[in-house]
């Protein structure tokens, strides 16, 4: 079992940075692909971005991509999400997600494990 806990959203002008980060519990964490999706008022939870077990490899949603970078520190059981030239379509409510295995995937329903979420606010 992993629990996830997100944290660093909050409200940000557009063009702002924000970083989030997720605490992961487990032993087994350095084992766990990682992954942050997003859900917008009235629209469905849609990909943001993935990270295999090594921090090797990472994938993006088009919409994210050159704004924002997923990294992680196996060391302290931690995921970071580096949000950068943030638009108002970002406003959403970002959840932390891990699979029992050691590669990334680009889809929700890889994702075995969930946050609670953490809301992003972009302000125009």
């Known amino acids: 079992q992993v629990q996830l806990v997100e944290s660093g959203g909050g409200l940000v002008q557009a063009g702002g940075s924000l970083r989030l980060s997720c605490a992961a519990s487990g032993r087994t964490f350095s084992s766990n692909a990682m992954g942050w999706l997003r859900q917008a008022p009235g629209k469905e939870r849609e990909f943001v971005a993935a990270?295999?077990?090594?921090?090797?490899?990472?994938y993006y949603a088009d919409s994210v991509k050159g704004r924002f970078t997923i990294s992680r520190a196996n060391a302290k059981n931690t995921v970071y999400l580096q949000m950068n030239n943030l638009k108002p379509e970002d406003t959403a409510v970002y959840y932390c997600?891990?699979?029992?295995?050691?590669?990334?995937?680009?889809?929700?329903?890889?994702?075995?494990?969930w946050g609670k979420g953490t809301l992003v606010t972009v302000s125009s």
């Open positions: 997600a891990a699979r029992r295995t050691t590669e990334a995937v680009t889809t929700i329903e890889g994702m075995d494990y």
């Open positions: 990270i295999n077990w090594s921090g090797r490899i990472t």
